[in-house]
C-alpha cells in the first residue's frame, strides 16, 4: 500500500542515509585512533628488490605481526629516523628486523634486536611509483 504522504518515503531515506553517513564517519574515527595509518618513504637501498630508494608507503599499526611483514620501525640510533625493514624473528618483548639487501643494510644484525614498542606500523602498500603501486604482503 502507497503513504498517502508523498514527503514520507523520502524522509526515511534521508534518515537512512544520515544514520549510515554517522555510521561510516564513526567507524573511520575509530580505525584512525585504533590503528593509524601513516606513510613513510624507503630511503637508501637495503631493501631491494622489493622496494627501492624513494617509494612511497602505507603502514597500519597492528597489534598482530609474522615473520615475513615488513615493517616500519624508529631507528635504535637516531630515535627520529624510520627504517623500513622485514621481520626476521620474532620474541616476546622483541622483533629482529633485516633488510632483503644484506650487503648494504644497517638492521638487528648491527644494532640487535628492537624493542615491539619500535615497531611504528606494518606496511600494508606501496602508493608510489604509481606502475609499482599495490599491496605488499608478507614473504
Given at each position: 500500500m502507497r503513504s498517502p504522504y508523498p514527503w514520507a518515503g523520502r524522509h526515511r531515506s534521508a534518515a537512512r542515509q544520515l544514520a549510515a553517513l554517522v555510521?561510516?564517519?564513526a567507524v573511520?574515527?575509530?580505525v584512525w585512533r585504533v590503528r593509524p595509518v601513516f606513510r613513510v618513504?624507503?630511503?637508501g637501498s637495503s631493501m631491494?628488490?622489493?622496494l627501492a630508494p624513494g617509494d612511497r608507503l602505507v603502514a597500519?599499526?597492528?597489534?598482530?605481526l609474522e615473520v615475513g611483514d615488513i615493517v616500519a620501525v624508529t631507528d635504535p640510533a637516531e630515535p627520529g629516523r624510520i627504517l623500513v625493514k622485514r621481520v626476521a624473528r620474532l620474541h616476546a618483548l622483541t622483533v629482529e628486523v633485516k633488510?632483503?639487501?644484506g650487503a648494504v643494510s644497517r638492521d638487528s644484525r648491527a644494532f640487535g634486536p628492537v624493542s615491539r614498542r619500535q615497531v611504528l606500523g606494518?606496511?600494508?602498500y606501496r602508493y608510489q611509483p604509481r606502475d609499482a603501486a599495490g599491496r605488499l604482503g608478507r614473504r
Open positions: 555510521a561510516a564517519f573511520v574515527m575509530w618513504a624507503v630511503e631491494i628488490p622489493e597500519v599499526r597492528l597489534p598482530v633488510g632483503d639487501n606494518r606496511v600494508v
